[in-house]
């Protein structure tokens, strides 16, 4: 059965970091397009970045510049370090392909607030 277990997020300061992880389960994910998505209170989850299976990243406009996104396929582990964290950026942060073609995992809870 395929799993996602997201952890790192928590309170931050305005202008702080972050760095977030996914570890997967139940099947080898190397070569998959793996990606982060986030769903902030009263919106619909959105795509946040990915990454494809030799390291190529994209993503979304609104984190350009201050999210950066990352893996180990010998771990089957994704990351993503946030940095310049504002306050629309509070969500739920969950990982899976980028076809999100698994069930969700629990999320981890980001909130910037002062």
């Known amino acids: 059965q395929v799993q996602f277990v997201e952890s790192g ?5 305005p202008g702080g970091s972050l760095r977030l992880s996914c570890v997967a ?7 998959s397009t793996m990606g982060w ?3 902030a209170p009263g919106k ?10 030799v390291g190529r ?3 979304a406009d609104s984190v350009k510049g201050r999210f950066t996104i990352s893996r180990n396929n010998a771990k089957n582990t994704m ?4 940095n310049s964290l504002k306050p629309e950026d509070t969500a739920v ?19 910037v607030s002062s």
């Open 37 to 39: 998505f986030r769903q």
């Open 93 to 111: 942060y969950y990982c899976n392909t980028e076809n999100r073609l698994f069930s969700w995992g629990q999320g981890t809870q980001v909130t």
């Open 25 to 31: 389960s139940g099947r080898d994910f190397s070569t």
């Open 9 to 13: 997020g928590g309170l931050v300061l």
């Open 57 to 59: 990243k994209s993503s």
């Open 44 to 53: 619909q989850r959105e795509w946040v970045a990915s990454i494809d299976r």
């Open 79 to 82: 990351y993503l370090q946030m």
